[in-house]
């Protein structure tokens, strides 16, 4: 495997300048530029399978949402939310010093890139959104509070890969070299009770927000990301695992009559969210892209 370059960008926040890390991978003069943005509890090396596919036509960049991975913690847990990400990577693309971007958003990333491409002057050319919508189906939202933000600590590689595993079946199938390469990136050295080995890469304190959200503030979020949809102009592309349970049929055939009109494609065997490692998946991202 090629390894891509790394970078970090400051932010600005109420408290403060943090820092953002990003991988990058092709040509770094290349016109074309692809942001790939992950989920909740997850970081830039998500995508690079996807981003050494797409490297041989575009300039890639992945970046750790504040945070996770290689980015800082923000000093204010109540700061982790969508305006705070959108003004990061509004920072980041001024970084790159392009004037349009294409999106590739899993979860979390997809809300975040619904956001920027809803904006007036919006930097967003084409959107793929990766298995999310205005409506979060509360099933998935308890099921992603079972372990966000809780301690969480792993002996080697192959314990966390495994433990991992079982929270993200709705990743779809992948062989044991796939799956430990999703899931080194994830994990950071740590020790407990003497004993070396291996604790999440991200922050938990990403999940105060999660466990404040009460129905009310989930239901004026709803009507918040209705709105932005409403507003997107881009084509987009949005992708659903047939299985699954945060992104509903319903949602995804609303978010295809309304708004940009999505072009919609589930993928069968796949729930809550396809990590875009199968060839099929990356060639359905790569003819939307470069088309």
């Not at 942001?35 to 300039?59: E, M, P």
Request: glycine share 8%; hydrophobic share 45%; with cysteine.
């Amino acid at each position: 495997m090629t390894e891509p370059r790394t970078g970090r960008v400051k932010c600005l926040d109420a408290r403060g300048i943090h820092h953002m890390a990003y991988t990058e991978w092709g040509d770094a003069d290349h016109p074309h530029v692809v942001v790939c943005a992950h989920g909740l509890t997850r970081q830039g090396r998500d995508f690079d399978v996807l981003a050494q596919d797409l490297a041989r036509d575009c300039r890639v960049v992945c970046p750790d949402v504040v945070g996770r991975g290689r980015s800082d913690w923000l000093a204010d847990p109540m700061a982790y939310v969508v305006p705070t990400y959108v003004a990061d990577m509004v920072t980041l693309v001024a970084r790159l010093g392009v004037e349009q971007v294409d999106w590739v958003g899993t979860s979390m990333g997809g809300i975040i890139g619904m956001a920027l491409a809803s904006m007036p002057n919006t930097p967003v050319r084409r959107l793929v959104v990766n298995d999310v919508g205005p409506v979060i189906e509360p099933v998935a939202l308890a099921r992603i509070g079972t372990y966000v933000g809780l301690p969480a600590f792993w002996r080697s590689a192959e314990e966390a890969a495994e433990a991992l595993r079982g929270i993200s079946i709705g990743f779809g199938p992948h062989t044991d070299a796939e799956w430990l390469a999703l899931t080194r990136p994830q994990l950071v050295p740590a020790e407990q009770d003497g004993v070396p080995g291996f604790k999440p890469h991200y922050d938990p304190a990403i999940g105060v927000p999660f466990r404040h959200t009460t129905p009310e503030l989930a239901a004026a979020s709803e009507a918040l990301l209705w709105q932005a949809w409403d507003r997107i102009t881009a084509p987009t592309l949005l992708l659903r695992g047939a299985e699954s349970d945060l992104l509903s049929a319903a949602t995804a055939q609303a978010m295809a009559q309304r708004g940009p009109r999505a072009r919609v494609h589930e993928l069968p065997g796949v729930g809550h969210a396809p990590t875009l490692v199968a060839a099929g998946q990356r060639a359905l991202v790569r003819a939307f892209l470069l088309e």
